[in-house]
């Protein structure tokens, strides 16, 4: 019971605040096309993000912790059906999951560092759905000024009322199934660097403050 009223109270607060966020939009918007099936970010974007891609149906990565179950009611309040699961326990179930919702049609976004780090360091996880499914990944950064960076792993950015927003997308990555162990340890870390670029100018819009 505690939880369903806290999960309500995020939830709403969330969107009050997110409400007084001033956004703009840099690159093309592929979300605003339809489905994407695979969005990867930072960990730390995920309030960002969870604000901005509110009602849409698209299906986040969760993990299993107890925080995780907050945040899991908190996502279905905001119009998210979210995927659970960890790297340590459960990830093979999570992967087929995923698989399963982007080859139902749904989008599905993956904290490429999540959900319990090093922080900015990617997993393979989006990549292998993404090689399964044939499905491209779209690759998107937040900034914001002022923000409140949260003192976990990851640093989660929290804008301030009335924050400026920056989103960033870059262009899609493709991974074939075929494609060797190489070539997708280079692509990992290729995407890493892409989303941590798409940050950078993510804050050079902002004038260099996050």
């Known amino acids: 019971m505690a939880n369903r009223l806290l999960s309500l109270v995020l939830a709403l607060a969330l969107r009050l605040l997110g409400a007084t966020w001033r956004f703009r939009i840099e690159g093309e918007d592929a979300f605003a096309r339809g489905p ?9 974007d995920l309030v960002i993000a969870a604000w901005y891609y509110r009602d849409r149906g ?9 925080d995780g179950d907050l945040f899991a009611a908190a996502l279905h309040r ?35 560092d999540g959900p319990r780090g090093p922080a900015r360091e990617a997993k393979p996880g989006a990549l292998y759905v993404a090689s399964v499914c044939n499905v ?23 804008p301030l009322p009335f924050a ?22 280079a692509t990992r870390l290729e995407l890493a ?9 993510a804050e050079a819009a902002l004038g260099g403050r996050d």
Not at 36 to 44: D, F, N, R, S, T
Not at 164 to 185: H, I, M, N, S, W
Not at 196 to 201: I, K, N, T
Request: hydrophobic share 40%; aromatic share 8%.
């Open 36 to 44: 994407v099936h695979v969005g990867a970010l930072w960990h730390a």
């Open 58 to 66: 698209i299906v986040p990565t969760v993990s299993l912790s107890r």
């Open 78 to 112: 905001m119009g998210f059906r979210s995927a659970r699961g960890s790297s340590s326990r459960g990830g093979g179930e999570l992967l087929r999951a995923l698989i399963r919702s982007v080859r139902a049609g749904d989008t599905i976004a993956v904290p490429l």
């Open 136 to 158: 491209p990944i779209q690759p998107v950064a937040f900034r914001a000024a002022p923000t409140w960076r949260v003192g976990s792993w990851d640093r989660t950015r929290i």
């Open 164 to 185: 400026r927003v920056v989103c960033r997308y870059g262009q899609p990555f493709y991974l074939p199934k075929k494609t060797d162990e190489a070539g997708r340890e």
């Open 193 to 201: 660097r892409c989303v941590d670029e798409l940050g950078r100018e």
